[in-house]
């Protein structure tokens, strides 16, 4: 099937790699609850999903409390939660909504 999709696009189909040993031999492994296509990788049995890459942040806020630059911390649908890249140092965090 990947022969007769190279024919006729001209390309090959993006690889699907484990994040962990990043192995190309895995099975589909059912659907999340959203939908989308879960694998296991067949040499370190890690369930995954093709993830998508996150948007980068143009422009990261200074720590209210050191004043350094900050690293992002965690992601959700509404905030992007930054962290203080001197931490544990400093325990300084924001949290901003995100634009939609």
């Not at 090959?12 to 190309?24: F, L």
């Amino acid at each position: 099937m990947a022969f007769n999709q190279v024919a006729r696009t001209g390309s090959a189909m993006p690889t699907i790699q484990c994040p962990r040993c990043r192995s190309e031999a895995y099975y589909n492994y059912g659907h999340t609850k959203n939908g989308k296509q879960r694998y296991i990788c067949l040499l370190c049995n890690r369930q995954f999903i093709e993830a998508e890459p996150d948007k980068a942040v143009e422009q990261r806020p200074e720590c209210p409390l050191c004043g350094k630059k900050m690293h992002v911390y965690m992601r959700d649908s509404k905030f992007i939660r930054f962290r203080c890249s001197a931490y544990p140092r400093c325990r300084g965090y924001v949290k901003i909504s995100q634009e939609n």
